[in-house]
Nanobody, 115 residues
Framework: QVELVESGGGLVQPGGSLRLSCEASGSNAGWHAMGWYRQAPGKQRELVAKITSGGLANYADFVKDRFTIARDGAKNGVYLQMNSLKPEDTAVYYC?????????WGEGTQVTVSS
């Protein structure tokens, strides 16, 4: 069983920054990819960014040049540095881990961008 715990969400003004962290525990050895998805009210969950175990990162077009995903070796997880935040970035952000074709999800952390 894999457990994912997110942290770092909150309220920030437009143009501000937040850093989300995801720590993986349990039987997570051999994972293929970890990443972040988000879901805004009334919308489907969408990919924000993901990184493979080999370090290859992919980003959604709407966050390129603003967000950075990286592995966090100390926490056995990943973090997402979010800069130049916009009101449309407001959503619940979920950590995801893909291992042996099974997707695992965290409970989500709320990010609200508002003045």
């Amino acid at each position: 069983q894999v457990e994912l715990v997110e942290s770092g969400g909150g309220l920030v003004q437009p143009g501000g920054s937040l850093r989300l962290s995801c720590e993986a525990s349990g039987s997570n050895a051999g994972w293929h990819a970890m990443g972040w998805y988000r879901q805004a009210p009334g919308k489907q969950r969408e990919l924000v960014a993901k990184i493979t175990s080999g370090g290859l990162a992919n980003y959604a077009d709407f966050v390129k040049d603003r967000f950075t995903i990286a592995r966090d070796g100390a926490k056995n997880g990943v973090y997402l540095q979010m800069n130049s935040l916009k009101p449309e970035d407001t959503a619940v952000y979920y950590c995801n881990l893909l291992r042996f074709s099974i997707n695992y999800w965290g409970e989500g952390t709320q990010v609200t961008v508002s003045s």
